[in-house]
T-cell receptor, first 115, second 114 residues
């Protein structure tokens, strides 16, 4: 079945460092790919998404490119801030664009940013 | 717009009891999904409701059941609670007729089974 694998945490970086969180997926067909973020004590927020190969999703300085050839969707940010400390989930959905199917999540990567 | 709301925020039950969790979808949304997020894990899909019927179901036992009302709100019921049911339960909603939309998640209900 469909699945998502992301790098295990925790990841600890200093403020203004470069961030990469690796994510690979297994899916039949052409899934949509997502990064969600969960701040302490809160629910899930969609950070960015990409719906087809070579699409780049971006938001709040974060970016991820849908790479079908490597089945990857790595999350990057050029300069992290303390406020970026959270748990990040890579996810996919195999449903039609206008009727989202179930979302399959990775296990999450906890990110700590030190001032 | 209140977004997706869930109640209660926290709940403590004992093994063998039954629990009902509630979800109100974002305005304009007609499809509701439920997820279970165990501590330190990613959310796992439980089921999805559309037009008051269960449309999809994940790998969860029949102890987990749900309902959707005509106003699109939804309930998740769990019978015969086990210690392993302790988790954050997330509700997500979407407009099934929308194009390119994504699911919006509520803040969750944290259930502790003792």
């Amino acid at each position: 079945g469909d699945s998502v694998t992301q790098m295990e945490g925790p990841v600890t970086l200093s403020e203004e460092a470069f961030l990469t969180i690796n994510c690979t997926y297994t899916a039949t067909g052409y899934p949509s790919l997502f990064w969600y973020v969960q701040y302490p004590g809160e629910g899930l927020q969609l950070l960015l998404k990409a719906t087809k190969a070579d699409d780049k999703g971006s938001n709040k300085g974060f970016e991820a490119t849908y790479r079908k050839e490597t089945t990857s969707f790595h999350l990057e940010k050029g300069s992290v801030q303390v406020s970026d400390s959270a748990v990040y989930f890579c996810a996919l959905s195999s449903g039609a664009m206008n009727r989202d199917d179930k979302i399959i999540f990775g296990k999450g990567t906890r990110l700590h940013i030190l001032p | 717009d209140a977004g997706v709301t869930q109640s209660p925020t926290h709940l403590i039950k004992t093994r063998g009891q039954q629990v009902t969790l509630r979800c109100s979808p974002k305005s304009g949304h007609d499809t509701v999904s439920w997820y279970q997020q165990a501590l330190g894990q990613g959310p796992q899909f439980i089921f999805q409701y559309y037009e008051e019927e269960e449309r999809q179901r994940g790998n969860f036992p029949d102890r987990f059941s749900g309902h959707q009302f005509p106003n699109y709100s939804s309930e998740l019921n769990v019978n015969a609670l086990l210690l392993g049911d302790s988790a954050l339960y997330l509700c997500a909603s979407i407009n099934s007729g929308g194009h390119g939309e994504t699911q919006y998640f509520g803040p969750g209900t944290r259930l502790l089974v003792l």
